[in-house]
């Protein structure tokens, strides 16, 4: 099946930094999101996006389809950006059986 | 309009027992997908429902089951508990189109089996 790959496993920042966020995956895909995982577990849909570049406040998405990868931006980061962020990807159109990576935890320090 | 719901948010089992989740759906949404997340994992795709029947399954054994009903609400039911399905159980709602949309997650249904 599809791997999906996400890097780094564990970001610390200090508020006001910016960062990037990789996940890489092993076929080509119909479908690419991210989401951000809060410490109580809620699981928030941050980006639909299968290629081209997505901006959304602090926080845009680029995918790169062709070369199978997407990226994550968040600039001036903020303590409330700290959880989880997940890559997931599906191989089928209009399915939504997604595959998610295992996610970088996010750690914003004031 | 209102989101995905689930119940109860925690629940503690013994091993051997059976348990039952609950989902409602997106307001609009038609098809149900649930996922397993262990700790610190991802989320792992269960099955999904679509018009009420079964629409796709993953890596999982007999012994989880489902149902939706005829307003898009569904149930997740594990049988015969075991300590590993000790996680967080999410269900997402999404319209049926033929294209993809943003999964809508609930908050989720804790179990610890012991």
């Known amino acids: 099946g599809i791997q999906v790959e996400q890097s780094p496993p564990d970001l610390i920042l200090q508020e006001g930094a910016n960062s990037t966020l990789r996940c890489n995956f092993s076929d080509s895909v119909n479908n690419l999101q991210w989401f951000h995982q809060n410490p109580w577990g809620q699981l928030i849909n941050l980006f639909y996006?299968?290629?081209g570049t997505k901006q959304n406040g602090r926080l845009s998405a680029t995918t790169v389809a062709t070369e199978r990868y997407s990226l994550l931006y968040i600039s001036s980061s903020q303590t409330t950006d700290s959880g989880v962020y997940f890559c997931a990807v599906d191989l089928q159109g209009g399915s939504e059986k997604l595959v998610f990576g295992k996610g970088t935890k996010l750690t914003v320090n004031p | 309009e209102t989101g995905v719901t689930q119940s109860p948010t925690h629940l503690i089992k013994t091993r051997g027992q059976q348990v039952t989740l609950r989902c409602s759906s997106q307001s609009g949404h038609n098809t149900v997908s649930w996922y397993q997340q262990a700790l610190g994992q991802g989320p792992q795709f269960i099955f999904q429902?679509?018009?009420?029947?079964?629409?796709g399954r993953g890596n999982f054994p007999p012994r989880f089951s489902g149902l939706q009903f005829p307003n898009y609400s569904s149930e997740l039911n594990v049988n015969a508990l075991e300590l590993d399905d000790s996680a967080l159980y999410l269900c997402?709602?999404?319209?049926?189109?033929?294209?993809?949309?943003?999964?809508?997650f609930g908050n989720g249904t804790r179990l610890t089996v012991t």
């Open positions: 429902y679509y018009r009420e029947e079964e629409n």
């Open positions: 996006i299968p290629s």
């Open positions: 997402a709602s999404s319209p049926k189109t033929e294209y993809n949309s943003p999964l809508h």
